[in-house]
């Protein structure tokens, strides 16, 4: 069987759109979940600024760069995943500035971002004693999450030898 030609999906839009087709939305859920995460760690972070409790008080430098000085270690890391999720989500907005693979390769980055976010939220149940808990949220979210980005990097060929694919 002949192998078929690789289609971008521009290059599949600028097709639809000879046959006829209008591009109505690009945004999709993929942009709409990123969005929610980047507000939702944003808003975790800026809490801390408001907190009253004397043993722990937060300053703008604290909650912004990793390591400042009375800052513990497992901030860090939620520190540098939502930071490096604002600069993805600023590459994504001007993403017509740069040439799609660089950008592509810029975006990847939000793998190790995730990554980050994730040991911050593991060190931080275990310092507050909710490990037990976020350990069942993490099998219950990670364990798919991870299974299927990582079949995301497989090539097709071993897919179908699985029975993942079809041919």
Known sequence: MPSL?????REAIRALEKLGFVVRRQRGSHVILATLAIVTAAVH???FLLLTDTNEKFALVTIVVPFA????????????GLEVMIAIAVT???????VYRSWLNAHRFAYPAVALAVGHSWLGAM????????????????????????????PARFLVSLGLLTD
Not at 92 to 98: D, G, K, N, P, V
């Open 45 to 47: 972070a800026g809490l």
């Open 5 to 9: 030609p690789r289609v971008s999906g």
């Open 92 to 98: 994504s907005a001007l993403q017509r500035f740069f």
């Open 127 to 154: 310092a507050n004693g909710n490990l037990a808990l976020l350990w069942l949220a993490g099998l219950t979210v990670l364990v798919p999450t991870v299974l299927l980005s990582g079949l995301r990097f497989m």
């Open 69 to 80: 000085a009375n800052a513990e270690a497992r901030w860090a890391p939620g520190i540098i």
